[in-house]
């Protein structure tokens, strides 16, 4: 049941990883699009910054489950690199719960502002005027499937299953050559 639940919520960030990614190739088609009218055909644009803005915004969204199921979140590992296993698991945990606390949260906000907006027929202030309920709908979306994802990965630290550990850097070429911060040695002056 558990490993089940895992797998549908990974699959689900995947799928909404490609989503993102598809409204980030769709914003920068339409910044093309917006160059070409303004600055070469030397016409007006009406809807096409509002769509970049909306498109970019919700790809952050809509992303960031997947981004935590890669471990691709930024974070400061200074004390986790300096204490032991059962301590970092430990640290992980609460850091899991902390984040699902505060996803939850924003969760919570995000619903009661798409609602506003689709209940009361809100419309952008823009000549465009798109109802702003359809931008909107990717806050609570990206922050639901984060919460679902916070869950997975809590469950996967108390079942061992694929534990998260932040996603490797693979260096190559000159950076490969260069050693990480952790191997550095100060040189005596």
């Known amino acids: 049941m558990v490993k089940t639940y895992i797998l ?7 799928a909404f990883a490609v989503l993102a990614t598809l409204l980030l190739i769709a914003a920068m088609l339409v910044v093309c699009q917006m160059i070409t009218v303004r600055y070469i055909l030397r016409m007006a644009t009406i809807w096409q910054t ?6 970019a915004t919700a790809a952050i969204f809509l992303g960031a489950p997947y981004v935590l199921l890669k471990g691709g979140h930024v974070g400061v590992d200074v004390v ?9 698991h430990g640290l ?7 984040g699902l606390l505060f996803c939850a949260a924003m969760l919570a906000a995000a ?4 609602h506003d907006a689709w209940a009361g027929n809100w419309k952008h202030s823009s000549v465009w005027a798109p109802p ?3 931008p909107l709908a990717a806050l609570p979306l ?11 990965e809590i469950l996967k630290l108390f079942a061992n299953i694929g534990v998260a550990n932040p996603a490797p850097v ?8 260069i050693p990480s911060a952790h191997n550095l040695k100060e040189i005596p002056r």
């Open 8 to 14: 549908i919520v990974n699959n689900l960030s995947r």
């Open 50 to 55: 509002d769509f970049v803005v909306f498109s």
């Open 80 to 88: 986790e690199l300096m204490v032991g296993d059962k301590v970092r």
């Open 92 to 98: 992980r945990i609460v850091a899991s719960f902390l």
């Open 111 to 114: 619903w009661i502002h798409f």
């Open 132 to 134: 702003l309920w359809i």
């Open 142 to 152: 990206g922050f639901g499937m984060l919460c679902l994802q916070y869950i997975a």
């Open 170 to 177: 693979v260096e190559a070429g000159i950076a490969g050559q």
